[in-house]
């Protein structure tokens, strides 16, 4: 893999690979990016590369002096940026962890430059910090730690460890927009609830979501077998593994569920990545709204409003674009509702499709959401009915939402002022109250006519009065 790698990058000259890529070349994994320095100005390089491989290059960085090559015929994208410091061992003394700081010449003998025992790290699985200053200097490494411990199996060294926890309190004081970025990309690994269970070992996760910290030990009531952290990082375990696989939650409907959890929402993520984004935070409330009762029973209301509310806040601060802030925000506010149904079974096409309309454009992450947080409630309370029900319930909904998506929108046979003029009232908000009301009328009934809606407007307005039609 490496002798491919240095033949690539050929045309850039004298120069090392270093960092990622180095790193899991040696542990023969794909490399998808390479990061090299250059002894000289990495513009320079950067457009020498780009011209070899007809690929396009552009500043990174001004701070760093990096640039960017991607494109053309590279089989990977490249980040150039010049030394740091006085030589290649310097550069090398300022990265974070051993495992990152190994070099190997573009040009010459092809030997490693592994100043801090990198090589030996890896062989060994474990995640050390190249300096004691090293996390402390940039705090987002504990998060970064805590991700590539997960998703490249290493084990954090104690000396570490301690040196992360150290350093977590101040990763606010670190650009939102790169918390944000490591964030993501635990939601996107290959288990994301693994790495945020680093991350809190390593003393960040509570200061990213202080909610989390506060949430840390909080009973809940018998149906729950964990405590509020404990129960938040087990949905977003079920939610990692429906996401991966619906066939067992959605059967019949997997390949569909599957397919919409696959789409681009926003940010680089699927919306099945921004749905363990609205897992990790979907009681971030409940320790402001915990209360018990004077038969001494543990209530939390009002924490989906208002970890909705938080969850906005919070996303805004992260800088999270628009559409994963507000499907978040969405999935919070109504995680609670597909449960309030199961008390109301059997449900019909009406009931659903209510549910449906007021949790649109969001249905199918919020129903990955509620089958997770059910599956993640298995307290002395629960029994595996009640799971299964819920389950069946899930699906069911699924099988009508794809069925009224099969039918296509449903229009009124007439418009909304006509119908106003046949029954003899100004339009105003009663009309757009009997319009609902024929549409679900519609559902129950296909194939509505012209003269059937004209009757149905009559028989509404007379049913409702002067209360209904005439405000």
């Not at 990977?76 to 051993?98: I, K, M, N, Y």
Request: aromatic share 4%.
């Amino acid at each position: 893999m490496i002798p491919a790698l240095r033949a690539a990058l050929a045309p850039l000259g004298e120069g090392w690979l270093v960092g990622g890529a180095v790193r899991d070349a040696l542990l023969g994994l794909p490399v998808d990016d390479a990061d090299v320095v250059v002894p000289g100005d990495a513009g320079a390089a950067a457009r020498a590369l780009a011209r070899f491989h007809r690929a396009t290059p552009f500043a990174l960085s001004d701070r760093w002096g990096s640039w960017r090559v991607t494109g053309g015929d590279l089989p990977f994208t490249v980040d150039v940026t010049p030394l740091q410091g006085g030589g290649l061992a310097e550069d090398l003394g300022h990265r974070d962890f051993t495992v990152n700081a190994i070099a190997r010449p573009l040009t010459g003998e092809p030997g490693d430059v592994d100043p801090h025992g990198g090589r030996a790290d890896l062989a060994a699985r474990r995640l050390r910090a190249v300096a004691p200053d090293a996390l402390a200097r940039d705090p987002v490494r504990v998060m970064r730690g805590a991700r590539l411990a997960v998703q490249r199996g290493l084990d954090v060294e104690p000396a570490t460890a301690a040196l992360a926890r150290a350093a977590a309190p101040a990763l606010w004081s670190s650009a939102a927009e790169r918390l944000r970025d490591e964030l993501y990309r635990m939601l996107c690994g290959p288990a994301p609830a693994r790495a945020l269970e680093v991350l809190d070992a390593l003393g960040g996760l509570g200061v990213l979501v202080p909610q989390l910290e506060d949430a840390r030990g909080m009973e809940q009531n018998p149906y729950h077998h964990r405590d509020v952290l404990g129960h938040t990082l087990e949905v977003v375990r079920h939610g990692a593994e429906i996401v991966a696989d619906p066939g067992p939650v959605f059967r019949g409907g997997a390949a569909a569920v599957s397919e919409e959890l696959a789409a681009p929402a926003a940010d680089g993520l699927t919306r099945g990545q921004v749905t363990l984004l609205a897992c990790l935070l979907h009681d971030m409330a409940k320790p402001a709204t915990r209360a018990v009762t004077p038969d001494g029973r543990v209530t939390f209301i009002g924490h989906d409003h208002l970890g909705a509310d938080q969850a906005e806040d919070l996303l805004t601060r992260l800088r999270c674009a628009n559409r994963v802030r507000e499907t978040v925000v969405r999935c919070i506010r109504e995680h609670l509702r597909l449960g309030f149904l199961i008390h109301r079974q059997p449900l019909g096409v009406r009931q659903i499709d209510r549910y449906l309309r007021a949790t649109a454009p969001s249905e199918v992450e919020l129903l990955v959401l509620s089958a997770a947080d059910r599956l993640a409630t298995r307290g002395p309370r629960t029994t595996e009915l009640q799971i299964t029900r819920h389950l069946d319930l899930v699906r069911h909904v699924d099988r009508v939402r794809r069925d009224l998506r099969a039918r296509g929108p449903v229009r009124p046979p007439l418009p909304g002022d006509a119908l106003a003029r046949h029954v003899g009232r100004p339009p105003g908000p009663w009309l757009a109250r009997m319009l609902e009301d024929l549409r679900e009328e519609q559902l129950m009934r296909p194939g509505m006519t012209a003269a059937r809606a004209r009757r149905f407007a009559e028989e509404w307005v007379r049913r409702n009065g002067a209360a209904g039609a005439g405000d």
